[in-house]
């Protein structure tokens, strides 16, 4: 049996007619020329209501691998399904179903796996594909408060990116996972659903002692938000919210976390305050959701994020044994990439 060097996977929910062109740029990934079976394309469809997954299978046959899960798992869950179903890879390739990826990809990203013998994530080098020379995003940037912003994203680009990095979060949009990195952390945590799952997974990652780097010439188009229909809605404000406090509380080192939490109250203020006068991310989905029903969905956020903290936290005690990153090298890791307050308050 040919060893899987490299697993793409591509997790889709009514990912209509871009999923085709995601899963299209997979397979015309130039290190699969004559090697395909080490480079297997596999799709997880999420229980679609559009139709996309019969047309994939109409469109692709055996040239792909589709699994059809009985319900929708979210992002973290679908690419679960992915790992277990080629458990010795040696490296996962993950691609958004809005995303598509130039030929010389998959390349980049294991020629820069190839340099760190310490990797267990490489960021990509991620484009607007609405906006042609703008960028989405080169890796994360992380606010005290859990928030998260693209590095670069909405900047022209210049080359400005143009060098390899370490850094400490990659965009699940499209990154490279190390095999057995992920088989260490467990996998993504499912309760994530979607929306800062990869967030969570490249923090834990770090703590088992793993190293992020940014790949430039790995380059990627993403529709930013096209899988979730708008750059923010009720769906994606409920889940970032909620997610947000289960990051601080299962991956921030001891003496930050009831610091980022106090943050966290201050920032829902000061969101609150904005909403009701018609300014910021609030104010957007207010005018089409109404504020009530705003409020409503960010309340009830906060409540199931507080529901869910005693699980969150067994987990993290279950983790604590197997960590090796220290509190200041954390610290030390964050700071390369600190997004400050001022600007995260102001976020889509």
Known sequence: MTAVRAAIVVVNY?????????VRSALAQDVRAGAEAAFPVVVVDNVSSDGSADRLDAAFGDRITLIRSHENTGYAGGNNLAFARFPQAEAFALLNPDAIAAPGWLAALLSSAGRHPDWGAIAS???NAAAP???????????????????GRGEAD??????????MIASGCALLLRGDAVRAAGG???SFFCYCDDVELCLRLNLLGYQTWYAPDARVAHHFSAAAGVAFNAFKAYHVERNRYWVIA??????AVPVALGASVVRYAWASIATARGRGPGARLAATAGFKET???ILRAHRDALLGLPAVLRRRAEEAPRRKLGTLEFLKRWRRDYLPMKVAVSLE
């Open 250 to 255: 299962k991956c921030f080192p001891w003496p």
């Open 133 to 151: 020379g703008v960028l989405d995003n080169v890796g994360h940037r992380m606010a005290l408060d859990g928030t998260v912003r693209g590095r």
């Open 188 to 190: 993504f945590d499912d």
């Open 295 to 297: 409020s409503r969905t």
């Open 158 to 167: 210049h080359g400005q990116y143009g060098g390899e990095r370490a850094l």
């Open 125 to 127: 080098h991620i484009d």
């Open 14 to 22: 009514n990912g209509g007619a871009l999923v085709e062109d995601a």
